[in-house]
């Protein structure tokens, strides 16, 4: 492919699709604002350009988009507990920085953008549905909102100028690197520090779970199949109650108990993504089993807590 932007780089899945795509033989640009969320450790020994700048710097967007075979944009305001507390910096980001992001890739004329998008914008799934990529928004918080607004700019990109576009969305990552706010990180420094796990509620609503591996490992495979106008689903077809993730948690570090605490509000009974078109158009399937993924994740972040 040659030279691929990921904005978001020096966060969670970014510093994970940095080393794939590295690892592949492209050369890699990061953009990153290294808000609390993002971390330059995170990409030591890999090797990329870095361009320190927020989404709304239009000028460092051209410069980081220049000459680049296509970008890949994750640079996002992520934590849902934030978007409940604090929704603003979620449009501005996510939404106005997604602008920002297309209105770039246009002017540099960039060949591919891939935008990377949620299993939450289509809100909770009934019991056996799986939402396909077609299916309609009914985001239930205000990241997921935020999110099907930045996918609404990308089609509207599509069809107002026939942008050199596509979108993948992605079910629950779970890995190294990810910030501690999140759920698998938390419950271990909540198990390591408290030596019990509280819950959000009675634990009951469902998420499917993809290794960050296999989901860079995804997003690489739609690049590289770029087409525009695609809209692909990656799943790891590893659904679990969040009590049951956090009992397995538990067990892992040493057989801490999980409680219940006070219910999130917005919380969705269960999110699903149909991923079987991009299975077989893409050539992907996850690779990390759960219960591998998760012990090496466990570990990383009980080395990283407290
Ligand atoms: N983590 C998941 O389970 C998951 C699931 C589905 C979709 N996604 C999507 O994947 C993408 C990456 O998620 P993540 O979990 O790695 O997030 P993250 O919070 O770990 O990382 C986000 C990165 O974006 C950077 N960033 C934030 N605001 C910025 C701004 N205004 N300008 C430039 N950089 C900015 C941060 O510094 C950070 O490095 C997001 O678009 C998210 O919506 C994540």
Same mark, same amino acid.
């Given at each position: 492919?040659?030279?691929?932007?990921?904005?978001?780089?020096?966060g969670?899945? %970014?510093?994970?699709?940095?080393?794939?795509?590295?690892?592949?033989?492209?050369?890699?640009?990061?953009?990153?604002?290294?808000?609390?969320?993002?971390?330059?450790?995170? @990409?030591?020994?890999?090797?990329?350009?870095?361009?320190?700048?927020?989404?709304?710097?239009?000028?460092?967007?051209?410069?980081?988009?220049?000459?680049?075979d296509?970008?890949?944009? @994750?640079?996002?305001?992520?934590h849902?507990?934030?978007?409940?507390?604090?929704?603003?910096?979620?449009?501005?980001?996510?939404?106005? %920085?997604?602008r920002?992001?297309?209105?770039?890739?246009?002017?540099v004329?960039?060949? /591919?953008?891939?935008?990377?998008?949620?299993?939450?914008?289509?809100?909770?799934?009934?019991?056996?549905?799986s939402?396909?990529? %077609?299916?309609r928004?009914?985001?239930g918080?205000?990241?997921?909102?935020?999110?099907?607004?930045?996918?609404?700019l990308v089609?509207a990109?599509?069809?107002?100028?026939?942008?050199?576009?596509?979108?993948?969305?992605c079910?629950?990552?779970?890995?190294?690197?990810?910030?501690?706010?999140?759920?698998?990180?938390?419950?271990?420094?909540?198990?390591?520090?408290?030596?019990?796990?509280?819950?959000?509620?009675?634990?009951?609503?469902?998420?499917?779970?993809?290794a960050?591996?296999?989901?860079?490992?995804?997003?690489? /495979?739609?690049?590289?199949?770029?087409?525009?106008?695609?809209?692909?689903?990656?799943? %790891?077809?590893?659904?679990?109650s969040?009590?049951?993730?956090?009992?397995?948690v538990?067990?892992?570090?040493?057989?801490a108990p999980?409680?219940s605490?006070?219910?999130r509000?917005?919380?969705?009974?269960?999110?699903? @993504?149909?991923?079987?078109?991009?299975r077989?158009?893409?050539?992907?399937?996850?690779?990390v089993?759960?219960a591998e993924? @998760?012990?090496?994740?466990?570990?990383?972040?009980?080395?990283?807590?407290?």
């Amino acid at each position: 492919m040659g030279v691929v932007l990921v904005t978001g780089g020096a966060g969670f899945i %970014g510093s994970q699709l940095v080393r794939e795509l590295s690892g592949a033989g492209h050369r890699v640009r990061v953009l990153d604002a290294l808000t609390y969320a993002g971390d330059r450790a995170h @990409l030591i020994g890999v090797p990329h350009e870095f361009f320190h700048a927020d989404l709304q710097d239009g000028a460092a967007l051209r410069a980081a988009m220049d000459g680049a075979d296509g970008a890949i944009h @994750l640079a996002a305001e992520s934590h849902v507990s934030r978007s409940l507390a604090s929704p603003g910096a979620f449009f501005a980001t996510n939404v106005e %920085g997604t602008r920002a992001v297309l209105e770039a890739a246009q002017a540099v004329g960039l060949p /591919r953008l891939l935008h990377m998008s949620t299993d939450e914008v289509f809100g909770a799934a009934l019991p056996g549905q799986s939402f396909g990529p %077609g299916d309609r928004h009914r985001p239930g918080n205000p990241y997921a909102a935020s999110k099907a607004a930045a996918e609404s700019l990308v089609f509207a990109w599509r069809h107002s100028f026939g942008a050199p576009v596509a979108l993948v969305r992605c079910t629950n990552n779970y890995g190294p690197r990810q910030h501690l706010e999140k759920a698998i990180p938390c419950w271990t420094a909540m198990a390591k520090n408290n030596g019990l796990i509280v819950i959000h509620g009675d634990g009951s609503p469902r998420r499917d779970w993809l290794a960050v591996e296999d989901c860079a490992r995804g997003l690489r /495979r739609a690049l590289e199949a770029f087409e525009p106008g695609a809209v692909d689903h990656l799943a %790891g077809r590893n659904e679990r109650s969040n009590r049951a993730v956090a009992e397995a948690v538990g067990a892992l570090m040493g057989g801490a108990p999980v409680v219940s605490g006070p219910a999130r509000p917005g919380q969705d009974a269960a999110y699903r @993504l149909d991923d079987r078109h991009s299975r077989a158009r893409l050539g992907w399937r996850p690779q990390v089993g759960f219960a591998e993924g @998760l012990a090496a994740t466990v570990a990383w972040c009980a080395r990283r807590a407290g």
